[in-house]
């Protein structure tokens, strides 16, 4: 237990080194003895041939386990001996303290059962060497009984303290070590926790990871879905534009058309004035008159198939076509009732061409906006030829006419029905005048608004693309969170 702190290699390696020194003083002692003739050449050669053989088993014994406890044991053997051989082959009493260092060097290996070994060996072996002293070599003299107290005192004393330091630095060590294990304790939870800690880094890495690459997979669909809408919001705000310029300008058809049918009622209450002094010349037309009815007939069906078709446009355009039909419809009245009126309508009939045609330009610029031409077309022409069969009749009126101004009477009566219709048609025009007016309105309010979609739209594009920046920027963290993550899941 003591040696599992200490270094042996090093320990070893230092008390190899040191046990050199020693042997050297030794083999120079030895010399020293030679010259001073109390010993002989052959006992000094013996004593320095066992020398190195000693020093040549220890230097074996190290170099072939460098780190093993046999290397103490065969030193610390040799060393004794040679120190016992060293004290009993003089009379000299100092020679007791080669030991002293050799008790510091093996205090090394903190080794508290050697030490009182071999502090108990060195006690006797220096117990024995003074009774020999004093017993059998009868060196007993008062002053050399006190060099051998100190001797005696010196060895306990250091054998002593060899013993308690031992024991104290085992002490030492020992709670050290108990301090060495204790925090390796706490280092090993701590790496318990830390390798937990990566584990779970490295789940949440990888979940990470995935999220941002789905944030960057959504981000790239947002991307393309608000540049589609971009796309359409331009185009919205395109056909707002030309949706309200087509509404302006029905306005000022329709405002064109609401003055002319102003024109029209005030032609009309001349135009009755007139009839009133040609009513006996309208009574010779009451036969054709039956024609005109027919014709007229078929011209109302016509027309009434054709507000029908016209249905299918919006509602703005539904009710401008609806309005143009009855103008139509009035016009043709008027221009019948003018044909009856002779000289005196021309002006009216006039008018009437004149209101006539501003409908149809109505109904051409409504039939713009939708997408049902050809039907109206097909409606229009059975008008036309309706129409055709109604000229016809009328020529034959006018002949009439000429001999004829009892009909007046009956066309002052047409005629106050042509001044109600036109004070309908001025209502119908204004009130479609205030629903175009409302139209543009919205119109322009939906172009604006379209203008601040497509701006947030922008803005819109813009903050996707800034994500997406940080995307890229999230990404690049993950994955370098990641790569950290199992850098430390091989500590796993």
Same mark, same amino acid.
């Given at each position: 237990?003591?040696?599992?702190?200490?270094?042996?290699?090093?320990?070893?390696?230092?008390?190899?080194?040191?046990?050199?020194?020693?042997?050297?003083?030794?083999?120079?002692?030895?010399?020293?003895?030679?010259?001073?003739?109390?010993?002989?050449?052959? /006992?000094?050669?013996?004593?320095?041939?066992?020398?190195?053989?000693?020093?040549?088993?220890?230097?074996?014994?190290?170099?072939?386990?460098?780190?093993?406890?046999? &290397?103490?044991?065969?030193?610390?053997?040799? &060393?004794?001996?040679?120190?016992?051989?060293?004290? &009993?082959?003089?009379?000299?009493?100092?020679?007791?303290?080669?030991?002293?260092?050799?008790?510091?060097? *093996?205090?090394?290996?903190?080794? #508290?059962?050697?030490?009182?070994?071999?502090?108990?060996?060195?006690?006797?072996?220096?117990?024995?060497?003074?009774?020999?002293?004093?017993?059998?070599?009868?060196? =007993?003299?008062?002053?050399?009984?006190?060099? *051998?107290?100190?001797?005696?005192?010196?060895?306990?004393?250091?054998?002593? @303290?060899?013993?308690?330091? $031992?024991? #104290? @630095?085992?002490?030492? !060590?020992?709670?050290?070590?108990?301090?060495?294990?204790? /925090?390796?304790?706490?280092?090993?939870?701590? #790496?318990?926790? +830390?390798?937990?800690?990566?584990?779970?880094?490295?789940?949440?890495?990888?979940?990470?990871?995935?999220?941002?690459?789905?944030?960057?997979?959504?981000?790239?669909?947002? =991307?393309?879905?608000?540049?589609?809408?971009?796309?359409?919001?331009?185009?919205?705000?395109?056909? /707002?534009?030309?949706?309200?310029?087509?509404?302006?300008?029905?306005?000022?058809?329709? +405002?064109?058309?609401?003055?002319?049918?102003?024109?029209?009622?005030?032609?009309?209450?001349?135009?009755?004035?007139?009839?009133?002094?040609?009513?006996?010349?309208?009574?010779?037309?009451?036969?054709?008159?039956?024609?005109? =009815?027919?014709?007229?007939?078929?011209?109302?069906?016509?027309?009434?198939?054709?507000?029908?078709? @016209?249905?299918?446009?919006?509602?703005?355009?539904?009710?401008?076509?609806?309005?143009?039909?009855? $103008?139509?419809?009035?016009?043709?009245?008027?221009?019948?009732?003018?044909?009856?009126?002779?000289?005196?309508?021309?002006?009216?009939?006039?008018?009437?061409?004149?209101?006539?045609?501003?409908? !149809?330009?109505?109904?051409?610029?409504?039939?713009?906006?939708?997408?049902?031409?050809?039907?109206?077309?097909?409606?229009?022409?059975? @008008?036309?030829?309706?129409?055709?069969?109604?000229?016809?009749? !009328?020529?034959?009126?006018?002949?009439?006419?000429?001999? $004829?101004?009892? %009909?007046?009477?009956?066309? $002052?009566?047409?005629?106050?029905?042509?001044?109600?219709?036109?004070?309908?048609?001025?209502?119908?025009?204004?009130?479609? +005048?205030?629903?175009?007016?409302?139209?543009?309105? =919205?119109?322009?309010?939906?172009?604006?608004?379209?203008?601040?979609?497509?701006?947030? %739209?922008?803005?819109?594009?813009?903050?996707?693309?800034?994500?997406?920046?940080?995307?890229?920027?999230?990404?690049?963290?993950?994955?370098?969170? #990641?790569?950290?993550?199992?850098?430390?899941?091989? *500590?796993?």
């Amino acid at each position: 237990m003591e040696n599992s702190v200490v270094d042996l290699k090093r320990v070893n390696g230092f008390v190899l080194a040191l046990t050199f020194i020693l042997n050297l003083c030794l083999i120079v002692g030895q010399i020293g003895e030679i010259a001073k003739g109390q010993k002989t050449v052959t /006992a000094v050669a013996i004593f320095v041939s066992v020398i190195l053989v000693y020093t040549g088993i220890i230097s074996f014994v190290y170099k072939k386990d460098k780190e093993g406890l046999k &290397f103490k044991y065969a030193a610390s053997i040799g &060393f004794f001996l040679i120190y016992v051989y060293s004290m &009993f082959t003089t009379t000299r009493v100092l020679v007791y303290v080669y030991i002293i260092p050799f008790m510091m060097l *093996y205090f090394l290996y903190f080794d #508290l059962t050697f030490i009182k070994v071999l502090g108990s060996a060195v006690v006797l072996a220096n117990t024995a060497r003074v009774g020999w002293l004093i017993f059998i070599v009868q060196a =007993n003299s008062s002053n050399l009984t006190t060099d *051998y107290t100190i001797q005696m005192a010196s060895i306990v004393m250091i054998v002593v @303290s060899s013993i308690i330091g $031992t024991k #104290l @630095s085992n002490s030492i !060590n020992e709670d050290k070590t108990k301090a060495l294990e204790e /925090a390796k304790e706490k280092q090993e939870d701590i #790496l318990k926790n +830390v390798l937990k800690i990566a584990s779970e880094l490295d789940q949440h890495s990888n979940a990470v990871g995935q999220t941002i690459t789905e944030l960057e997979q959504s981000g790239s669909t947002i =991307n393309d879905a608000v540049g589609d809408i971009s796309a359409g919001a331009e185009k919205a705000v395109l056909s /707002a534009q030309e949706q309200s310029n087509l509404t302006e300008h029905i306005q000022n058809i329709v +405002v064109d058309t609401s003055e002319a049918s102003k024109n029209m009622e005030e032609i009309s209450h001349t135009t009755i004035k007139q009839m009133d002094e040609g009513v006996k010349i309208v009574k010779a037309l009451n036969v054709k008159t039956e024609v005109m =009815n027919e014709n007229c007939e078929s011209v109302y069906e016509s027309m009434i198939e054709l507000r029908d078709k @016209s249905k299918e446009i919006n509602e703005i355009t539904e009710a401008i076509t609806a309005i143009s039909a009855q $103008t139509n419809i009035l016009s043709l009245n008027a221009a019948i009732e003018s044909a009856r009126a002779g000289e005196a309508g021309r002006g009216f009939a006039v008018v009437a061409e004149e209101v006539r045609n501003l409908a !149809n330009q109505s109904g051409e610029f409504a039939s713009h906006i939708t997408a049902i031409v050809d039907e109206l077309q097909q409606v229009v022409a059975a @008008s036309v030829e309706a129409m055709t069969r109604l000229k016809g009749a !009328n020529d034959e009126q006018n002949e009439l006419i000429v001999n $004829t101004g009892e %009909i007046f009477n009956e066309t $002052t009566e047409y005629m106050k029905e042509v001044n109600d219709q036109v004070s309908i048609v001025t209502d119908k025009v204004n009130e479609m +005048v205030g629903i175009n007016e409302r139209l543009i309105k =919205n119109t322009q309010e939906i172009a604006a608004i379209s203008e601040q979609t497509l701006a947030g %739209i922008e803005m819109t594009t813009e903050a996707t693309m800034q994500n997406n920046n940080c995307v890229q920027r999230s990404k690049e963290i993950a994955s370098g969170l #990641l790569e950290s993550a199992k850098a430390m899941k091989q *500590y796993i």
